[in-house]
């Protein structure tokens, strides 16, 4: 593995997508980016790499719901299934009043590589709705979430593509599109969807499971870099579901964490922030601003905090070139989806920063989804030390074949990531051949 950028790829020749903006620094820009890079070493497999820059299919739906005065309104709903060589569609539901096409196209990318990556045998999907949910209330967030569901109802399926939660969407959304799927088809179909309230099929150790997975890529990452765990010192940026999650497993394995910041402030104690005691402050307040075990940090100076290991766990595109160059800390976990900009990855390679990139780092969630699935068609539920157990064999056996293609190839995790993905995706694609 090295150090250096990937650059000096010459980029494909490429047929432009009418419904996409060709900015590079879009999210699809982003993923075309990161595909130019890893088509020279796909050997043989690189003729069919046009396939990972098209998404098969695409669905653009309106959703039409009464609200509770009596108005009629409309919001803009898509589905998009990026890839579907290796298994049906994965991938979340995200509601914000930002989502777009494009946007969601991206995401249905990664999707397909995070699913590939880890070996999960799912193609990639991801949808959304361009709603701001806090504005509705919760009949209006029902009546939205039954009605995209009934339009999208068209393509989705246990067999074909299974939805999940994403950014504004939780288990009471999923319960409720598992119900709209049932109701349409006449049979309740359990596995339609993962992310369920456990009542409802869904899985234990889901709500943990990203946040477990952040903290076991970084366990290895410190191992193989001969760092103690013990004693490394953890700075997070969020502390929501994935970077509390991941904050209380390096505390229970003797890590301090120093450093936290989210939407509404920053604190820091050197001497290791108590775990707990921070997540019952912020159910309290709902931030980490204020909390009296640590002194305030500024929101620009979380980023000059020494650290081993720094865990962006937020926003996407908060390690900026200008951060980059700043960073005090040897690892850098991509909790969140898309934290780093391209040319930040390039310094942070520079530096010699060891970056282990989101389609590994945050894959957990999935492979928890994963096994939700596994057991609604079966049926049959595991315990939770169970699905813990596989998740990490599943995400050590992963990320240590991602390591070796790394160094042998002396590229960065991400591309090495990426390599090991699309050559699994191409193989397939080749495999099945083209119909007709
Ligand atoms: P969440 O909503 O539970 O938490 C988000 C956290 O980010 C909160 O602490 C919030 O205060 C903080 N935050 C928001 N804006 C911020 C800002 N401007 N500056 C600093 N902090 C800010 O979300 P989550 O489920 O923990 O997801 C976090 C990231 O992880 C997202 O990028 C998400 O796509 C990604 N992810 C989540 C999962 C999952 O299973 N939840 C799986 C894969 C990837």
Not at 25 to 30: A, D, E, N, V, Y
Not at 43 to 70: M, Q, S
Not at 343 to 367: F, K, S, T
Request: aromatic letters at 8%; hydrophobic letters at 40%; a neutral charge.
């Amino acid at each position: 593995m090295t150090t250096m950028p990937d650059s000096g790829q010459a980029a494909p020749m490429r047929t432009a997508l009418s419904y996409v903006s060709p900015s590079g620094t879009s999210p699809w820009g982003t993923y075309l980016s990161q595909v130019d890079r890893v088509v020279p070493y796909l050997g043989p497999l690189a003729r069919w790499a046009e396939t990972l820059r098209r998404p098969k299919r695409a669905l653009i739906v309106d959703v039409p719901i009464e609200l509770d005065n009596g108005e009629i309104t409309h919001f803009e709903g898509y589905r998009v299934q990026h890839n579907l060589s290796r298994g049906p569609g994965k991938g979340g539901v995200r509601y914000h009043p930002d989502v777009t096409l494009e946007e969601v196209m991206a995401l249905s990318a990664w999707m397909t590589v995070k699913n590939a990556a880890v070996n999960l045998p799912y193609g990639g999907a991801k949808g959304g709705i361009r709603v701001d949910p806090k504005k509705l209330s919760l009949k209006e967030l029902e009546r939205v979430t039954r009605r995209y569901t009934s339009e999208i109802g068209l393509i989705i399926g246990p067999h074909q593509d299974i939805p999940a939660p994403d950014v504004n969407t939780n288990s009471q959304i999923m319960a409720w599109m598992m119900d709209t799927y049932s109701m349409n088809t006449g049979a309740t179909a359990t596995g339609v969807v993962t992310g369920k309230p456990v009542e409802l099929g869904g899985s234990l150790g889901r709500v943990k499971a990203t946040g477990r997975g952040v903290f076991v890529t970084g366990r290895e990452a410190l191992r193989r870099l001969k760092l103690p765990l013990e004693g490394a010192r953890i700075a997070i940026q969020g502390f929501g579901n994935v970077g509390a999650n991941a904050a209380s497993m390096f505390a229970y394995h003797d890590a301090k964490v120093v450093a936290v910041q989210d939407h509404g402030g920053g604190v820091i104690n050197n001497g290791g922030l108590d775990v707990a005691a921070l997540t019952d402050h912020v159910a309290r307040f709902g931030t980490v601003a204020g909390f009296k075990g640590g002194d305030a940090l500024g929101l620009e100076e979380f980023w000059d905090v020494e650290s081993d290991v720094l865990i962006p766990a937020a926003l996407e595109g908060q390690i900026t070139e200008a951060r980059a160059k700043r960073l005090r800390t040897k690892i850098v976990l991509e909790a969140a989806n898309g934290p780093t900009v391209p040319a930040a990855d390039d310094i942070l390679g520079q530096r010699g920063i060891v970056v282990l990139p989101d389609v590994i780092c945050n894959a957990g969630g999935v492979i928890v989804s994963y096994f939700e699935w596994v057991q609604d068609f079966s049926s049959f539920f595991w315990s939770e030390d169970e699905i813990n157990l596989r998740l990490d064999k599943i995400l050590t056996g992963a990320l240590s074949h991602i390591w070796s293609t790394a160094e042998k190839h002396n590229i960065s995790l991400r591309t090495g990531a990426f390599t090991v993905a699309c050559a699994r995706i191409l193989q397939a694609r080749a495999e099945r051949g083209l119909y007709p």
